[in-house]
């Protein structure tokens, strides 16, 4: 079957290939489009993807909706506004290139992907540190270095509800988020164990200013500052990457 679709066993044509639910499509057995970040499509087949009711999001390519960071409920919704309900995920990335690599097309590329690997909106995720930690591995007999391994440690938080914290902490492991960062050609190389706290001002994405605009953000030493925030808005995700 062509991509986003299946079909059931024993199927014989390719008009049997349907689009999977979180997938869009106007036909029967050809490519389906994932539903972008804040729609839904909980149907097989060529159902429109749909937006997410109030206080709710979704990760690219959903099926159903989760309450967003600060409200609490099933699913399906309705979504309730709530005290003490909100996590913040935090674990550090480290990656296998330069710093200077690690560009903002990647950085942009980077969110993208640990939000899918996790299975949160974009916007939920920010990069909040990034360190070169390149180290000289390979020296000869007279200790004469031969080569480094360039990589950079990259902490980051996703901010969401305290009902979905442990899932999200569990699915940041290195075999997701390679699977989910292949295509950009990003490589992780280790995932420090996950924390699950109570969000900081400086890592909650609604006080990181409006999320139509970057947010600047510090650089000191070899550390560079940043908060990445990605939109949804009438079907159209654009992802923003702040200042460094």
């Not at 939000?115 to 949160?120: D, E, K, M, S, T």
């Amino acid at each position: 079957c062509p991509a986003g679709t299946s079909s059931a066993s024993g199927s014989v044509k390719l008009a049997d290939c349907k689009c999977l639910a979180g997938y869009l499509g106007t036909l029967d057995g050809v490519a389906c489009t994932a539903c972008v970040a804040g729609m839904f499509k909980r149907a097989v087949g060529t159902a429109d993807c749909q937006f997410c009711p109030a206080n709710s999001e979704s990760a690219s390519g959903s099926a159903l909706c989760y309450c967003s960071a600060g409200f609490t409920g099933a699913d399906r919704g309705p979504c309730d506004a709530c005290s003490d309900c909100t996590s913040a995920v935090t674990f550090t990335v480290t990656l296998a290139m330069t710093l200077s690599e690690f560009s903002s097309a990647k950085r942009y590329a980077y969110v993208a992907g640990v939000a899918q690997a996790l299975y949160v909106a974009p916007w939920s995720v920010v990069i909040a540190s990034v360190t070169d930690v390149t180290q000289s591995r390979r020296f000869d007999h007279q200790r004469r270095l031969l080569a480094a391994e360039a990589s950079v440690a990259v902490e980051t938080t996703a901010t969401v509800s305290t009902a979905k914290a442990a899932s999200v902490a569990s699915a940041a492991t290195s075999e997701n988020l390679n699977r989910a960062l292949a295509s950009s050609g990003i490589s992780v190389g280790a995932v420090s164990a996950r924390t699950v706290a109570a969000p900081s001002t400086t890592n909650d994405p609604a006080s990181a200013g409006d999320r139509t605009t970057p947010a600047p953000a510090a650089e000191t030493g070899p550390s560079t500052g940043l908060i990445a925030g990605v939109a949804g808005a009438a079907g159209v995700l654009a992802l923003l990457v702040g200042a460094w």
